[in-house]
């Protein structure tokens, strides 16, 4: 195949005699021999479009696309509305970079200024930035700037908050020597805070989740209160939709928000992109991770946005930098403020409040088929845990073949029998699928 | 269900454009003092008059937008602005689950009072208002963008179609091996196909972007040393490296130690040697370097490293120029990120997302994140973390749409493509520095690899024209800039990757663009650009008077 290269023949031999060579071979010259691959990639040779998207289709196709899903755990299956696909995967979006020209830059600028009003609003937060990996590699950034403001390595984690954030909060804890301390949850399935600690471990960030890990409501006030004791940042990981209907945590005083913005505007994707929402109160915005945009003006008075306080960031501070964030999910950003913008004011409540009715219907159709148990008992927003009569992992399997994805089993950490399942029910769920979902469950783990 | 206005309803006035100038949103509604109240200018498509500069006053509902981003030089008012108090787009589906009411839900001490405020807008202003903000954006599919260091080539449209496949969109991550067979093949695949073309044993497809395979790496070398008995403590890197490299190093959890260029402007080897000790954890290099030279002295330079015991790491932001040509693990590289959405056709989108996958040879396989995808006996793909994995280094499997569109780009390609498209990255870049040599300083001026870079000092010097002015000016010629002022160790740089997509004709042009700016350099090009959407932005006081959201703007 061509490489998706324009060039003729007879192109190149002019551009080759341009340069006085004689051959392709003659511009890689300074590789010395001995490093030359020879005989080429042990690649097979490429393919036509067709062929290449009839590869793709099979892989797809070995894929279950199918299944009704009530799995979540921070991946959750909302409609996506028409305008995402066809505003956000415009191809001005779509094949730009890096804002770093804003004469030409206007459009991504603009709506990542939108995306952190949005965002900067359903945190109850001052300044957002222009997005992060995902809600893990967000919830590492928090940790990190909590660390570098209070000059202190200790971090309290609840293990309400998702377990594979947690372990990458660790992985990276390895390079910048943070003491990661996790505090269990209590047998209400929240977070069970230690009343009073030592001076010498006290923490610099308090991190918790809200809603969490088994879908309950955290007492959000009381980790800020906590986080207040210890002259700790307090960070609080949310869900972007049940801020529809949650107080945020600004209001209930946390410093830093996190979370994962994929509900809006991002389809399950086996996990990616994602995007890694942030925001803080003002207070910090000098030690912000990534990309920031403010409003400005060009030289002739024209509002102008632009990428800004451009000191924080990596290339300039080399190794000075408390984030090496570069590239970042501006494209999936935009996506979830097309999303929200066109769910509105209304919309996004009345989204909130129909995963929540959902959530409540299909929790109580479960919890009422013989065996079947609360796993953390008391209040539930969009997600919820029960322990199973069976393995949740052969639960699983055996929905399968039923047509559902049943939901997510959950780490032994959580329930060392193995029959720990996380449930979530979006607004696509109708009483229907969830009705027909019970009576299978029921019918499999009897 | 919900009636979307503006579809089919039976409301007359078109809103906000296409018709005459009544009927055009918010009138009607309880706003005064709205911007362009001076009485909108009717014309064709109803456009309304431009503003004539200076922040426009507070929201008002309903703000007047206009189609003249295209036409002219309207400011595009914020969704904030066009939103008007009733007005939506949502509709949701019926679900027949009983209805409710929030206070039965949540419990009162949760529960907020108010709804966030969103905006309130028809799906028609919304198509309107993000469609003239594309009109705002510079992007590949539109013309040329020499971004170097960045890669920005033509991202073929079938990786678009294959990464849009139901069978890949609708997957859940967490869905068990069996029903997603089709996924885990594809991240088995494209992982050897990665390591075929870098010379690697085994890779993470995890890291979601170059700095976090960086930072990968990093965590990888620790591990390594770690386990023999000491982390160490320096890693070394060029001092043309790019910026994020120390910063990984930083956050890796090392002392940065810069090594010198020589004049030739690749690694000083007598200057490396000179910095290596049992301290050193490992080297950062990029080859082809930032200067788009190739590090000729490569297998020196390594085997200097490896005797003592530190490890190479490959910063494969420059990978493009090397495909089938040679390869990281032949020249003695430990670890190897890539960025695929540089090299592999994985679109920028504005800054992202992109992917950073960290390939390693087989003795640093064992360190890699979990879980990988990895074929069993029976053929069956199955998830696998290596015996003393450094853990995970994102949330789920890592962006993993971006990894079709690479898989899919690297298939249509093929191995014969491939190398392809290094010889003519190499061939434009070079014809590229050829064509500007006596129009521009050339400081490193021997064959490079897939960018070159050039500098404004003489012009700077002699007509006051920094490398600032000449990007702004190539805007206004319908070129996107190059990459200004990096690498570091060049003033007045400007880097220029054509990449091979680029035809000769547009090479042309671009050259003759950048010979144009020169010989007409003078004083008015600090006024450039003159034809782009806005002119020359203000940062110094967005930075002094920040403006983070729209509500941190001033009142009017």
Same mark, same amino acid.
């Given at each position: 195949?061509?490489?998706?290269?324009?060039?003729?023949?007879?192109?190149?031999?002019?551009?080759? $005699?341009?340069?006085?060579?004689?051959?392709?071979?003659?511009?890689?010259?300074?590789?010395?021999?001995?490093?030359?691959?020879?005989?080429?990639?042990?690649?097979?040779?490429?393919?036509?479009?067709?062929?290449?998207?009839?590869?793709?289709?099979?892989?797809?196709?070995? @894929?279950?696309?199918?299944?009704?899903?009530?799995?979540?755990?921070?991946?959750?299956?909302?409609?996506?509305?028409?305008?995402?696909?066809?505003?956000?995967?415009?191809?001005?979006?779509?094949? $730009?970079?890096?804002?770093?020209?804003?004469?030409?830059?206007?459009?991504?600028?603009?709506?990542?200024?939108?995306?952190?009003?949005?965002?900067?609003?359903?945190?109850?937060?001052?300044?957002?930035?222009?997005?992060?990996?995902?809600?893990?590699?967000?919830?590492?950034?928090?940790? @990190?700037?909590?660390?570098?403001?209070?000059?202190?390595?200790?971090?309290?984690?609840?293990?309400?908050?998702?377990?594979?954030?947690?372990?990458?909060?660790?992985?990276?804890?390895?390079?910048?020597?943070?003491?990661?301390?996790?505090?269990?949850?209590?047998?209400?399935?929240?977070?069970?805070?230690?009343?009073?600690?030592?001076?010498?471990?006290?923490?610099?960030?308090?991190?918790?989740?809200?809603? @969490?890990?088994?879908?309950?409501?955290?007492?959000?006030?009381?980790?800020?209160?906590?986080?207040?004791?210890?002259?700790?940042?307090?960070?609080?990981?949310?869900?972007?939709?049940?801020?529809?209907?949650?107080?945020?945590?600004?209001?209930?005083?946390?410093?830093?928000?996190?979370?994962?913005?994929?509900?809006?505007?991002?389809?399950?994707?086996?996990?990616?992109?994602?995007?890694?929402?942030?925001?803080?109160?003002?207070?910090?915005?000098?030690?912000?991770?990534?990309?920031?945009?403010?409003?400005?003006?060009?030289?002739?008075?024209?509002?102008?946005?632009?990428?800004?306080?451009?000191?924080?960031?990596?290339?300039?501070?080399?190794? =000075?930098?408390?984030? @090496?964030?570069?590239?970042?999910?501006?494209?999936?950003?935009?996506?979830?403020?097309?999303?929200?913008?066109?769910?509105?004011?209304?919309?996004?409540?009345?989204?909130?409040?129909?995963?929540?009715?959902?959530?409540?219907?299909?929790?109580?159709?479960?919890? $009422?088929?013989?065996?079947?148990?609360?796993?953390?008992?008391?209040?539930?927003?969009?997600?919820?845990?029960?322990?199973?009569?069976?393995?949740?992992?052969?639960?699983?399997?055996?929905?399968?073949?039923?047509?559902?994805?049943?939901?997510?089993?959950?780490?032994?950490?959580?329930?060392?029998?193995?029959?720990?399942?996380?449930? $979530?029910?979006?607004?696509?769920?109708?009483?229907?699928?969830?009705?027909?979902?019970?009576?299978?469950?029921? =019918?499999?783990?009897? | 269900?919900?009636?979307?206005?503006?579809?089919?309803? *039976?409301?007359?006035?078109?809103?906000?454009?296409?018709?005459?100038?009544?009927?055009?949103?918010?009138?009607?509604?309880?706003?005064?003092?709205?911007?362009?109240?001076?009485?909108?200018?009717?014309?064709?498509?109803?456009?309304?008059?431009?503003?004539?500069?200076?922040?426009?006053?507070?929201?008002?509902?309903?703000?007047?937008? !206009?189609?003249?981003?295209?036409?002219?030089?309207?400011?595009?008012?914020?969704?904030?602005?066009?939103?008007?108090?009733?007005?939506?787009?949502?509709?949701?589906?019926?679900?027949?689950?009983?209805?409710?009411?929030?206070?039965?839900?949540?419990?009162?001490?949760?529960?907020?009072?108010? *709804?966030?405020?969103?905006?309130?807008?028809?799906?028609?202003?919304?198509?309107?208002?993000?469609?003239?903000?594309?009109?705002?954006?510079?992007?590949?599919?539109?013309?040329?963008?020499?971004?170097?260091?960045?890669?920005?080539?033509?991202?073929?449209?079938?990786?678009?179609?294959?990464?849009?496949?139901?069978?890949?969109?609708?997957?859940? /991550?967490?869905?068990?091996?069996?029903?997603?067979?089709?996924?885990?093949?594809?991240?088995?695949?494209?992982?050897?196909?990665?390591?075929?073309? !870098?010379?690697?044993?085994?890779?993470?497809?995890?890291?979601?972007?170059?700095?976090?395979?960086?930072?990968?790496?990093?965590?990888?070398?620790?591990?390594?040393?770690?386990?023999?008995?000491?982390?160490?403590?320096?890693?070394?890197?060029?001092?043309?490296?790019?910026?994020?490299?120390?910063?990984?190093?930083?956050?890796?959890?090392?002392? !940065?130690?810069?090594?010198?260029?020589?004049?030739?402007?690749?690694?000083?080897?007598?200057?490396?040697?000179?910095?290596?000790?049992?301290?050193?954890?490992?080297?950062?290099?990029?080859?082809?370097?930032?200067?788009?030279?190739?590090?000729?002295?490569?297998?020196?330079?390594?085997?200097?490293?490896?005797?003592?015991?530190?490890?190479?790491?490959?910063?494969?932001?420059?990978?493009?120029?090397?495909?089938?040509?040679?390869?990281?693990?032949?020249?003695?590289?430990?670890?190897?990120?890539?960025?695929?959405?540089?090299?592999?056709?994985?679109?920028?989108?504005?800054?992202?997302?992109?992917?950073?996958?960290?390939?390693?040879?087989?003795?640093?396989?064992?360190?890699?994140?979990?879980?990988?995808?990895?074929?069993?006996?029976?053929?069956?793909?199955?998830?696998?973390?290596?015996?003393?994995?450094?853990?995970?280094?994102?949330?789920?499997?890592?962006?993993?749409?971006?990894?079709?569109?690479?898989?899919?780009?690297?298939?249509?390609?093929?191995?014969?493509?491939?190398?392809?498209?290094?010889?003519?990255?190499?061939?434009?870049?070079?014809?590229?520095?050829?064509?500007?040599?006596?129009?521009?300083?050339?400081?490193?001026?021997?064959?490079?690899?897939?960018?070159?870079?050039?500098?404004?000092?003489?012009?700077?010097?002699?007509?006051?024209?920094?490398?600032?002015?000449?990007?702004?000016?190539?805007?206004?010629?319908?070129?996107?800039?190059?990459?200004?002022?990096? /690498?570091?160790?060049?003033?007045?740089?400007?880097?220029?990757?054509?990449?091979?997509?680029?035809?000769?004709?547009?090479?042309?042009?671009?050259?003759?663009?950048?010979?144009?700016?020169?010989?007409?350099?003078?004083?008015?090009?600090?006024?450039?650009?003159?034809?782009?959407?806005?002119?020359?932005?203000?940062?110094?006081?967005?930075?002094?008077?920040?403006?983070?959201?729209?509500?941190?703007?001033?009142?009017?």
């Amino acid at each position: 195949m061509t490489g998706f290269v324009p060039h003729t023949d007879t192109d190149i031999e002019g551009m080759l $005699a341009d340069l006085g060579l004689g051959s392709v071979d003659e511009l890689f010259a300074v590789v010395p021999a001995a490093l030359r691959l020879a005989g080429g990639l042990d690649l097979p040779a490429g393919r036509s479009e067709a062929d290449t998207l009839e590869h793709l289709g099979a892989l797809a196709g070995r @894929n279950r696309a199918d299944l009704v899903c009530f799995a979540g755990a921070g991946a959750y299956d909302h409609d996506i509305p028409a305008v995402v696909r066809h505003l956000a995967l415009r191809s001005e979006f779509v094949t $730009a970079y890096t804002p770093y020209q804003p004469e030409v830059a206007q459009g991504v600028l603009q709506a990542l200024f939108e995306y952190q009003t949005l965002l900067a609003r359903l945190t109850g937060m001052e300044v957002a930035n222009a997005s992060l990996y995902d809600g893990a590699t967000a919830t590492v950034e928090a940790v @990190n700037l909590a660390v570098a403001a209070i000059g202190r390595p200790s971090v309290w984690l609840s293990q309400g908050v998702h377990p594979s954030w947690r372990a990458v909060v660790h992985t990276f804890a390895a390079g910048t020597g943070h003491d990661v301390v996790e505090v269990p949850l209590g047998p209400a399935g929240v977070t069970a805070w230690p009343a009073g600690v030592g001076e010498g471990s006290a923490p610099a960030a308090v991190v918790v989740q809200q809603p @969490n890990h088994l879908g309950r409501l955290e007492d959000v006030g009381a980790a800020v209160a906590l986080a207040r004791t210890h002259g700790a940042l307090s960070v609080v990981a949310a869900d972007p939709v049940s801020a529809g209907l949650l107080r945020t945590p600004g209001e209930l005083g946390a410093d830093i928000a996190v979370g994962e913005g994929q509900p809006f505007g991002t389809a399950l994707s086996f996990g990616g992109p994602y995007l890694g929402l942030f925001a803080s109160r003002l207070e910090h915005v000098r030690r912000l991770p990534g990309r920031l945009v403010g409003e400005t003006v060009d030289v002739d008075g024209r509002r102008a946005y632009v990428t800004t306080l451009r000191t924080r960031e990596q290339d300039i501070r080399r190794e =000075k930098a408390s984030s @090496n964030v570069c590239t970042n999910q501006t494209l999936i950003a935009v996506a979830f403020a097309v999303h929200l913008a066109w769910l509105g004011t209304t919309g996004l409540r009345e989204l909130a409040l129909r995963c929540a009715r959902g959530t409540r219907y299909a929790r109580e159709a479960l919890l $009422a088929i013989d065996g079947v148990e609360p796993l953390g008992d008391g209040p539930v927003l969009r997600e919820f845990a029960v322990r199973t009569p069976v393995p949740a992992a052969t639960l699983v399997e055996r929905m399968v073949e039923e047509g559902f994805l049943a939901g997510v089993p959950l780490e032994p950490e959580y329930d060392p029998d193995g029959r720990g399942l996380l449930v $979530a029910v979006t607004e696509r769920r109708t009483a229907a699928e969830i009705d027909r979902y019970a009576a299978t469950f029921e =019918k499999v783990v009897r | 269900m919900s009636g979307h206005e503006g579809q089919g309803g *039976p409301v007359s006035g078109h809103e906000g454009q296409g018709g005459p100038v009544s009927g055009h949103e918010g009138q009607g509604g309880p706003v005064s003092g709205h911007e362009g109240q001076g009485g909108p200018v009717s014309g064709r498509n109803g456009r309304m008059r431009a503003h004539d500069g200076g922040p426009q006053p507070g929201p008002a509902a309903g703000g007047r937008a !206009t189609s003249a981003p295209i036409v002219g030089r309207a400011e595009e008012p914020t969704i904030f602005e066009l939103s008007s108090p009733g007005r939506r787009a949502w509709s949701l589906r019926a679900t027949g689950v009983p209805d409710w009411p929030a206070e039965e839900l949540v419990p009162a001490e949760h529960l907020r009072p108010e *709804p966030v405020e969103v905006a309130e807008l028809s799906e028609r202003d919304l198509v309107g208002h993000m469609t003239r903000l594309t009109h705002r954006q510079y992007s590949v599919d539109l013309g040329a963008y020499p971004l170097g260091s960045c890669t920005m080539k033509y991202n073929p449209k079938l990786c678009d179609e294959a990464s849009a496949l139901p069978g890949f969109t609708r997957v859940h /991550p967490a869905a068990p091996e069996a029903v997603a067979q089709g996924w885990l093949g594809l991240l088995g695949e494209l992982e050897g196909a990665l390591c075929a073309i !870098t010379g690697m044993h085994a890779a993470t497809l995890q890291p979601p972007a170059g700095a976090s395979g960086e930072l990968t790496g990093l965590l990888l070398m620790r591990a390594w040393h770690t386990e023999r008995g000491n982390p160490r403590s320096k890693v070394v890197i060029p001092d043309s490296a790019h910026g994020t490299n120390p910063a990984s190093v930083t956050l890796g959890g090392y002392e !940065t130690v810069t090594v010198p260029s020589d004049e030739r402007g690749c690694v000083d080897l007598a200057a490396l040697r000179e910095v290596l000790d049992e301290e050193v954890a490992g080297i950062m290099l990029t080859n082809p370097n930032t200067l788009g030279l190739f590090e000729e002295d490569i297998v020196e330079i390594a085997a200097a490293v490896h005797e003592v015991g530190g490890l190479l790491y490959y910063d494969g932001a420059n990978l493009n120029a090397i495909l089938g040509v040679t390869r990281p693990g032949d020249m003695g590289f430990d670890i190897v990120h890539m960025n695929l959405h540089k090299t592999f056709a994985v679109p920028h989108g504005g800054g992202g997302p992109g992917a950073g996958p960290v390939a390693v040879s087989e003795r640093l396989a064992p360190y890699l994140p979990g879980p990988r995808s990895v074929r069993d006996d029976s053929g069956a793909w199955r998830w696998e973390t290596p015996a003393r994995s450094i853990g995970r280094v994102h949330g789920w499997h890592g962006n993993a749409l971006a990894l079709v569109r690479a898989y899919a780009y690297i298939v249509a390609c093929g191995g014969d493509g491939l190398r392809r498209v290094a010889e003519a990255a190499v061939l434009n870049a070079n014809w590229i520095r050829h064509r500007l040599r006596g129009h521009y300083d050339v400081p490193y001026d021997r064959p490079c690899m897939h960018e070159c870079v050039v500098a404004a000092q003489t012009l700077k010097r002699d007509r006051g024209v920094r490398a600032l002015d000449v990007a702004k000016r190539l805007l206004d010629e319908g070129f996107h800039s190059p990459t200004v002022y990096f /690498p570091l160790i060049v003033p007045e740089a400007l880097m220029i990757e054509p990449t091979e997509t680029e035809s000769p004709e547009t090479l042309a042009a671009l050259a003759e663009a950048f010979i144009r700016i020169a010989e007409e350099a003078g004083e008015a090009d600090a006024e450039a650009p003159r034809g782009t959407p806005v002119r020359r932005v203000d940062e110094a006081r967005a930075a002094r008077r920040l403006i983070p959201t729209f509500d941190a703007r001033p009142p009017a």
